[in-house]
């Protein structure tokens, strides 16, 4: 027997299962389950990436300086206040580290994104669940479960896996209802799927407090997700937090050339957003034409809602996709056993999943 002995709460964790990406006795499959981006990435980004091989015995550049003031650039920033990281995750982490600790309470809704609680719970913080109103945040129920023990509200952007999202106006009630001592977590990590002239990533917001940050993904829309490449817009104070608490050499000289050249690539970009924009849509009314709902999504990602019975039920949708090669994300993990969630993919494997999905309605 091990005498070595973790923290109690560490062995409360339930560790983090990605999308699965293959299927016992198939070569071929259709993977719908990780939203990873149906166009895949940039011909400059892949281009920067390649040629950033002849340098691979050097350190990356710890400060991702030249990363940060593309991204300043290319979103009408302030560098000094930008912090990039290992993916979006490695600043979620970080920030769990910096502000919250045994005794806080980390708060998120319901069916926010699980690395959120992950977090919390690494750090000795308990995380708190404010329940949603029809698959969407609640700005009230999250401002009455904050407690003096809160430290820290972390809020996906729209969210993963509901697809749903809070509009400016209500961010703004919801940073309003916050007290200074609270930091607002801001994970937009689909910001450039949203339309229209509601939504906000979190900026003006960063902009207008000393308590919120923006946190942004370059593995989705950008579909760099093998590189793990993400970043956070701060307050000054937080951004000389967080690099005090990261790895010197957080993000490598690949994912920085990587990330810079894609942001260049804006109409690779345009591509996907577009691609996109005509295949959400498509998928959600073919699922509705089956009798199944599909709430809105303003992701690259659709919630599918099955009925509870045997056999017909989510549970049974899984297992009979994947007998035919198509794999999607079971909910249950995320306090929704009814419900598959479906990457937007490519057009053939939309056409796919719809073929098979009317198979199995049938």
């Keep these: 027997m091990t005498i070595l002995v973790p923290r109690p709460d560490i062995m409360g964790i339930v560790p983090y299962v990605g999308g699965e990406s293959t299927v016992p006795g198939l070569r071929r499959v259709i993977k719908l389950a990780s939203n990873e981006s149906a166009l895949g990435p940039s011909p400059q980004a892949v281009q920067a990436y390649n040629e950033a091989a002849g340098t691979l015995h050097r350190y990356p550049d710890g400060g991702s300086e030249t990363l940060r003031h593309v991204l300043a650039s290319h979103h009408g920033l302030d560098p000094a206040r930008i912090v990039c990281g290992a993916g979006s995750d490695e600043l979620i982490c970080n920030l769990c580290r910096a502000y919250a600790g045994p005794g806080d309470e980390v708060l998120h809704s319901r069916h926010g994104f699980l690395m959120f609680a992950i977090y919390a719970k690494s750090v000795g913080a308990t995380p708190v669940a ?3 109103k029809t698959l969407t945040a609640d700005v009230d129920a999250l401002v009455d479960r904050v407690t003096p023990k809160t430290r820290i509200l972390f809020l996906a952007n729209p969210n993963n896996p509901t697809g749903s999202y809070l509009p400016a106006a209500a961010l703004k009630r919801l940073r309003a209802g916050l007290p200074e001592s609270v930091l607002l977590v801001i994970d937009a990590a689909y910001a450039e799927y949203v339309g229209g002239d509601g939504y906000s990533p979190g900026i ?21 997700a093998g590189l ?3 970043w956070a817009y701060c307050p000054t104070a ?9 790895g010197p050499f957080n993000v490598s000289a690949p994912a920085q050339a990587a990330g810079a050249a894609t942001l260049g690539d804006t109409a690779h970009t345009a591509r996907v957003r577009s691609h996109n924009d005509k295949w959400l849509p498509w998928t959600a009314g073919k699922v509705k034409d089956l009798g199944l709902a599909a709430p809105p999504s303003a992701g690259n990602f659709q919630l599918v809602r099955f009925p509870t019975e045997k056999g017909r039920d989510a549970e049974a949708a899984d297992a009979f996709l994947k007998e035919r090669g198509i794999i999607t994300r079971h909910m249950a993990v995320y306090g929704l056993p009814e419900a598959l969630r479906v990457t937007i993919g490519g057009e053939e494997e939309m056409l796919a999943f719809i073929e098979a999905l009317d198979e199995f309605m049938g």
């Design 130 to 132: 404010a329940p949603e």
């Design 204 to 224: 003006d917001l960063v902009d207008g407090g000393d308590n919120v940050v923006m946190t942004r993904t370059f593995s989705k829309i950008h579909a760099l």
């Design 228 to 230: 793990r490449l993400g």
């Design 238 to 246: 937080v951004a000389d937090v967080l690099n005090r608490v990261r």
